[in-house]
């Protein structure tokens, strides 16, 4: 039996070598999306990843992979096939040594405070976990540290020993990671560092936590573009940036700031979310309180993808102090739907980047 599997398992990636995931469109085999090969007497188990969980098509593809592992495999009676989010690696170098067990790693930053960047980070942390990820989030806003709040976690992380070096255990809180200096001081009082020395605590957080294996780690950045966003973007292994901003002119133009700070030390902006867009009112109409189409005028400006638009709403104020995201407490609101929306992008556009960052230079040779 020991030496059939083997073939039975060949036959399997033989046949998805040649099967394209469809949001990729690339193979299952070449993005390391074959996550389980199992038999149990004659029937098959082939668990999957795939970029898109609710892609329409995923009957269709389940069908034609399952007839093709039939008929390349009489000796099998049944096949089943399962998918889930399946997450493409960041190849980078630093990221390698500093987080070798991290997948991709995101900055969710803003040029100014006051626009919902720490409720979006928790928000779209809270929805990557959802949707089946294995994520970790650091409150990198030394000032201000408002995850713990937002998240219901009032404890201190534990701390354990590993190879004579002495390593945080972070928190999880629904399904998240969580490491932040909130958990590290005491209540109500309040940080008087200089930049260095804020720089070196959130260091810390990245070679003395142990993260395990995560698909995303989100960063929770400080507002603006000073010298501590400046260092932890240079120190930093980073996938790419997410920009939050709210619609007014002021605030664009300090989110643009951000996009800039991220260019000149080479970290792609994977989009710019636009948070209290609009204010719904009870019979569907939109009050652009704070003004229209900032986002999109930012992501036409910069050729950034607009990732989504979030609405204005006392839930989500409300969900915050309560320490439960918006996305866990009411799942089937609008907003809700706003964030699965824009992580579902998110997850999209990660993939996309890191297969065209996997692609080889080719040299074209040209007959004389």
Known sequence: MKGNYKVIKQNVKDVLSKINEPILNKD????????????????????????????????????EIIKAVKDKTPSI???????????????????????????????????????????VAVNLAAVLAREGASVGLIDADIY??????????????????IEGKNRLVPI???????????????KDSALVWRGP????????????????????????????????????????????????TTPQDIALADARKGYIMFNKVNVPTLGVIENMSYYLKPDGEKDYIFGKGGGEKMSKADNVKLLGEIPINTKIRESGDEGV????????????????????????????????????NVDIIMDN
Not at 89 to 96: P, R, Y
Request: aromatic residues 6%; hydrophobic residues 40%.
């Open 144 to 161: 201000g540290p408002s995850i713990p709040l937002m998240l219901g976690v009032n404890k201190k992380p534990q701390l354990v020993q």
């Open 172 to 186: 999880t809180q629904y399904g998240i990671k969580l490491m932040s200096i909130g958990f590290l001081i005491e």
């Open 28 to 63: 299952f085999v070449s993005l390391d999306f074959i996550k389980n090969i199992s038999i149990n007497e004659k029937e098959l188990n082939i668990a999957l990843g795939i970029t898109d969980i609710h892609y329409k098509g995923l009957d269709k593809l389940r069908d």
């Open 77 to 119: 009676e049944d096949v089943e096939l399962g998918f889930s989010l399946g997450v493409v690696n960041h190849k980078n170098k630093k990221k390698a040594e500093l987080l070798p067990e991290v997948k991709n790693t995101i900055a969710i930053a803003s040029g100014k405070g006051g626009v919902g960047k720490s409720t």
């Open 197 to 244: 020395m804020a720089s070196s605590a959130l260091k810390q957080f990245i070679a003395d936590v142990l993260w395990e294996e995560l698909d995303y780690l989100l960063y929770d950045m400080p507002p603006g573009t000073g010298d501590i966003q400046l260092t932890l973007s240079q120190t930093l292994p980073l996938t790419g940036a997410i920009i939050i």
């Open 325 to 360: 995201p918006i996305v866990i407490r009411e799942p089937e609101s609008v907003e809700s739907k706003v964030f699965d929306s824009i992580v579902r992008t998110v997850i999209t556009e990660v993939n996309k980047k890191n297969v065209s960052d996997m692609q080889p």
